[in-house]
């Protein structure tokens, strides 16, 4: 017989296996999406030249078949769980990756240039994200976000997978050598994050590293309403805490003013893609001097950081399930380092329980 603790492992990796492929075929259906219903309309009408397509498009066709050979090849592997296996031998795929990465940030500035210079277009991708239901109402520059939003996720899914392998298992040798080369992608990421804070490097912890969207209102009152207004961008951000956070039970939540807590800070650390490096978007955000609020008027799911100079920005994952996971790490981060104020018909577990 099986004991409990081995069921329970042996489910949990084979949901995340299951995750892994479905995910991996909704990001080959946007690939298609974006192939089929922006790439193809665009160039056969000569909206913009080769070398605008070219710029734009990166080499998405080569996404398109590094992905559908990969699925077929996680397909077979679903059963045979070889999955760290298969990720070491699909070094070409995370090459295809670099390479749209790398350029992804021209890409959009390119198609912010276009879309006000170039009328036609941009009536084109109006309408194309208004009236053709296959795109679900999702922008040009969303689809062009997919990618590298997905690349991301890779160390996450196997970090996941690993944790639900037993060592003796044939694939958890193969996992954690997947795992440690894809995590070079994001290393980078928080090597230049940190640069941008006076941290010594033996007191960071990070906490959450992936793709967001994010956009900075023009004033203090948006609403609802107005939030189909406004133009978010792709970023990679960074949440790091100075001092190691600690898991939480219910009594040290009952019990937090009697806590020393052993986080000193934390901060949010947004970053672009610049040709191959990564430049700073903005100077961190502290937060402990941030205010920070999930608005329940909006019907996207999104979290607003207010600082103490009164900047306000807005973010959101690539899916409700990512923001929710940013969200409960800024909550349980506050109830570290302060109050958070509530505001704008905040949901009531935002805020931390001391009163202001």
């Known amino acids: 017989a099986i004991c409990h603790q081995c069921h329970t492992t042996r489910i949990e990796r084979r949901e995340t296996i299951l995750e892994i492929f479905q995910t991996e075929l909704n990001y080959g259906r946007d690939l298609k999406i974006l192939l089929v219903e922006f790439y193809g309309p665009i160039k056969e009408a000569g909206l913009i030249n080769n070398q605008q397509l070219t710029e734009l498009f990166l080499n998405l066709e080569e996404l398109v078949d590094v992905n559908e050979n990969f699925i077929e090849q996680l397909n077979r592997e679903v059963d045979c769980v070889n999955i760290g296996q298969l990720f070491q031998e699909s070094i070409h795929m995370f090459k295809a990756f670099e390479k749209y990465c790398v350029k992804q940030s021209d890409a959009m500035d390119l198609l912010e240039k276009l879309e006000t210079e170039n009328d036609i277009l941009r009536a084109f991708l109006q309408v194309t994200q208004a009236e053709n239901t296959t795109v679900r ?142 430049q700073l978007v903005r100077e961190p955000l502290f937060l402990d001097k941030c205010v920070i609020t999930l608005n329940s008027e909006l019907s996207e799911n999104i979290f607003e950081v207010q600082d103490w100079n009164k900047e306000t920005y807005l973010f959101k994952g690539e899916d409700d399930k990512e923001t929710k996971r940013w969200v409960e790490h800024l909550k349980r981060l506050s109830r570290n380092l302060g109050v958070f104020w509530r505001r704008r018909n905040a949901l009531p577990d935002i805020n931390s329980n001391s009163k202001g």
Request: with cysteine.
């Open 137 to 278: 109402r999702m922008s040009l520059k969303s689809f062009l976000m997919v990618p590298v939003q997905r690349v991301m996720k890779y160390p996450l899914l196997l970090n996941r997978l690993y944790k639900s392998t037993p060592q003796h298992h044939r694939d958890s040798i193969p996992l954690h050598e997947s795992l440690v080369g894809l995590e070079r992608i994001l290393e980078e990421i928080n090597a230049t994050a940190l640069s941008h804070l006076n941290w010594s490097q033996e007191e960071i912890h990070d906490i959450l590293v992936s793709s967001l969207l994010t956009t900075q209102p023009q004033d203090h009152f948006w609403t609802g309403k107005k939030i189909s207004n406004l133009k978010f961008s792709q970023i990679h951000a960074v949440l790091l805490t100075r001092g190691e956070p600690q898991p939480e039970s219910s009594i040290t939540k009952k019990l937090l003013f009697t806590q020393q807590s052993p986080i000193q800070q934390a901060a949010l650390v947004t970053l672009r893609c610049k040709g191959s490096r990564y």
